[in-house]
């Protein structure tokens, strides 16, 4: 056979399968097994068969020929004994012998039964001694006792000669059947010999093909798996660009290549997330830069505009205090629209101001009781509460780590608003529930104030975002801001509930402890030293 013609066999095997190796494998050994165990029954049988011939028929049939042979001897010393003495004692071995004689016989030809060349032997013994008990013994058995029989005499030479003819029969006989007995043993022995040399055959074929099994094991699905898993090892340290080597069946080297090209997809896609992320860290430095100019924005803004505003405050109210009512109608409302607009404007820079040490100033995370906070909370709140008839209702609430005065700042804020947004001609009632979900506590505030319409649930918590006219609620704009602002700097997250109609329902949630502790504040130390002044 050519190169060329091996060559596709060659690439049909190497297509196979790792399930079409162990099919072909394991057909291949059980046919083998098969064969074998089909020639060691047959070689059982075949050494059941000889063992059983030669103990149940050759054995005994030499024997039982050996006995006629005995039973005939008997017969000839007692007619001898009886033709030269006439002593009637010689007769009883003849008679013994005849009996003996009919049962060996009778045993012989039931154990020599499909044996054609045994019954002829038989046969020719049967036909020999029956001459001779024709002629000599019967003759000489019927005589008177008491006196020697002149047959016996006369015919001595006749009876020795047929008795030679009996024994040379029997002798034939015994000759025939210690051959078969013993070409039964020697093959009994070779059959013997065959089988233990047979079952060691199948022993050394098993071990063999145990041994191929491992091996074949070992070398199509062991090896490329180990290589498989030190390649895959060294991807996962790192080296993504190692490549995978396909080795094994076929299917082994589709699954080779598989992952091959998943990790080429990996190596593209962390490529890719690589330049996302530098991406992302350049954005988020500049934002960081962008939130921290913000921040010493507002603070420098609302800090440096304290004083000016302080004197044109305290100005415009000594102007209405010496010119009120000196001027005309006019001039008073105009005065006192400039009293109003820095009065306004002095509560949105001290909002302003506050919302911006959130997260800065107000860092001192430590057990809180929420439930001393809450006490607190609604004595400060107190006058509001008495003037407005408001009830609020609260369950036990948890202690968590947390700033203890952004806590404050919260409830405030929240309980604040449920009692300044209530309906004129009802009472304010207010329940405070939490619940435990997870890693996280979930706080409810219920109200039966005015509501909070569903298209703007996202809307008031955006910085200076009303929902109604300065002279229909006071207040800045600020305050569900720094709540939300405040919740967020806890780690969870507030919302209002767009389903709740019979007023408002505001839910957020605190973890027990903080996820990570919040960076230092960006500001400079001068611009610290200043905000601690003005406070």
Request: net charge neutral.
């Amino acid at each position: 056979m050519t190169g060329d013609e091996r060559q596709p066999r060659t690439r049909g095997l190497s297509m196979w399968t790792t399930r079409r190796w162990l099919r072909v494998g394991v057909a291949v050994s059980l046919a083998i097994l098969a064969l074998l165990g089909t020639t060691g029954a047959w070689v059982l049988a075949r050494t059941e068969s000889i063992s059983r011939n030669l103990v149940d028929v050759r054995s005994p049939a030499l024997t039982t020929a050996i006995r006629l042979e005995s039973a005939i001897l008997n017969q000839e010393t007692g007619i001898r004994g009886y033709g030269l003495t006439g002593t009637p004692e010689f007769i009883t071995p003849y008679q013994q012998g005849l009996t003996e004689q009919k049962t060996s016989t009778a045993q012989l030809t039931k154990l020599l039964d499909g044996d054609r060349a045994g019954l002829d032997d038989l046969k020719t013994v049967q036909d020999a001694v029956a001459r001779w008990q024709e002629r000599i013994a019967r003759p000489i058995a019927t005589a008177p006792p008491g006196s020697p029989s002149p047959l016996a005499t006369e015919r001595a030479t006749e009876g020795k000669a047929a008795f030679d003819h009996v024994r040379a029969a029997l002798n034939s006989q015994q000759e025939r059947l210690r051959a078969h007995r013993t070409q039964a043993r020697d093959d009994l022995m070779a059959t013997m010999a065959l089988r233990n040399w047979l079952f060691s055959a199948i022993g050394v074929l098993i071990l063999v093909l145990t041994a191929l099994v491992f091996e074949g094991l070992r070398r199509g699905i062991n090896r490329p798996l180990d290589r498989l898993g030190a390649d895959a090892r060294t991807i996962a340290g790192g080296d993504f660009d190692h490549p995978i080597t396909p080795t094994g069946p076929a299917d082994l080297r589709r699954l080779s290549g598989e992952i091959d090209f998943m990790r080429r997809r990996l190596v593209r896609a962390l490529a890719f997330s690589e330049e996302a992320r530098l991406r992302l860290d350049a954005q988020t430095a500049e934002l960081q830069r962008s939130n921290a100019e913000l921040e010493q924005f507002a603070y420098v803004a609302s800090h440096d505009l304290q004083e000016p505003l302080r004197k044109v405050s305290s100005f415009t109210q000594l102007l209405r205090r010496r010119y009120g009512g000196q001027l005309d109608t006019r001039a008073d409302q105009y005065i006192d629209f400039a009293v109003d607009g820095a009065n306004r404007m002095q509560t949105l820079i001290n909002d302003l101001l506050e919302f911006s040490r959130v997260g800065r100033l107000h860092n001192a995370q430590q057990s809180v009781d929420l439930d001393k906070v809450l006490e607190r909370t609604l004595s400060a709140l107190s006058v509001g509460i008495e003037e407005a008839g408001a009830t609020i209702t609260h369950d036990p609430l948890p202690t968590l780590v947390a700033d203890p005065t952004q806590m404050g700042m919260l409830w405030q804020n929240l309980i604040g608003n449920a009692v300044k947004f209530r309906r004129p001609d009802e009472a304010p009632n207010i329940r405070i529930t939490v619940a435990r979900e997870d890693e996280l506590w979930r706080f409810t505030i219920t109200d039966n104030g005015i509501g909070i319409a569903p298209e703007y649930a996202d809307k008031v918590f955006v910085i200076f975002q009303r929902l109604h006219t300065k002279d229909a609620y006071t207040g800045s704009g600020i305050g569900l801001a720094m709540c939300k602002k405040i919740v967020e700097f806890h780690g969870g997250t507030i919302t209002v509930d767009p389903s709740y109609r019979d007023g408002a329902r505001i839910t957020f949630t605190l973890a027990p402890e903080p996820t990570e502790n919040p960076g230092p504040s960006t500001m400079p130390e001068a611009t610290r030293s200043d905000t601690e002044q003005a406070r």
